[in-house]
């Protein structure tokens, strides 16, 4: 059988480009691509409005296809004709307390005192999770990793999974324990180590090649 191939939605936990220059021998969605064809969408600091929008203009997907979706961040939402640029979406927050310069300040504001609550997060998150869950119909499998984790009990495909340990949690665990410097700032390319980037890499092997539900506690929470 033909290899399959990968596609890729999500944001800087699985943009190629995200990172600053760095030595790793090992990033796991360039690697990935050494192993197959992989088609990757992801781009860094944008939402699951944005991943959603591009699984629906690869519709439908090559034959023998699988799916890699990283559940972003919802509040991050894909306004159109406000932002400059998709990346941007990230700094919804920073808009609507005056911490990144924009016009829509105000409309920025209100989203948040009407809908960008926490009691309509789980909703957003269930809305995204159900999409996937039908978009991805034609796909061999597909994978589901949110950043955070998923607080809902859904009924999926038998093809989809849905990994409970948020990427966030991962990255923190070994963040927190090496950093030395500003916490604001994470030099590493999709926010892991090298260490990680090759834990992310075999799991992912693994779940394309065997249908192996990847461990989420594999991960190394400190690393030299």
């Known amino acids: 059988m033909n290899k399959p191939t990968v596609y890729i939605y999500g944001d800087s936990f699985a943009d190629p480009s995200w990172g600053e220059p760095n030595n790793y021998n090992t990033v796991w969605p360039l690697a990935l691509a050494e192993h197959y064809t992989v088609i990757n969408r992801a781009l860094k600091g944008t939402g699951p409005e944005y991943s959603i929008d591009q699984l629906c203009r690869d519709q439908p997907p090559k034959p ?36 990144f ?14 809908y960008l609550t926490d009691c309509t997060y789980a909703n957003r998150i269930a809305q995204t999770i159900g999409a996937v869950n039908s978009l991805t119909h034609t796909y061999t499998r597909t994978l589901i990793w949110p950043i955070a984790p998923v607080a809902i009990d859904l009924r999926l495909d038998p093809s989809v999974t849905l990994i409970q340990r948020g990427l966030l949690d991962i990255s923190t665990a070994e963040y927190s324990a090496n950093n030395k410097g500003d916490p604001t700032r994470d030099p ?37």
Do not use: T
């Open 64 to 99: 023998n296809s699988v799916c890699i979706f990283v559940l972003s961040d919802p509040h991050r939402l894909y306004l159109q004709n406000f932002w400059k640029h998709d990346n941007q979406q990230v700094h919804i927050y920073d808009v609507a307390q005056k911490r």
């Open 101 to 114: 310069k924009h016009p829509g300040y105000m409309f920025a504001r209100q989203l948040f005192e009407h």
């Open 188 to 224: 590493r390319p999709n926010h892991l180590s090298e260490v990680n980037h090759r834990v992310m890499l075999s799991q992912m092997l693994a779940w394309i090649e065997d249908s192996v539900v990847p461990d989420d506690q594999a991960f190394v929470s400190c690393c030299a």
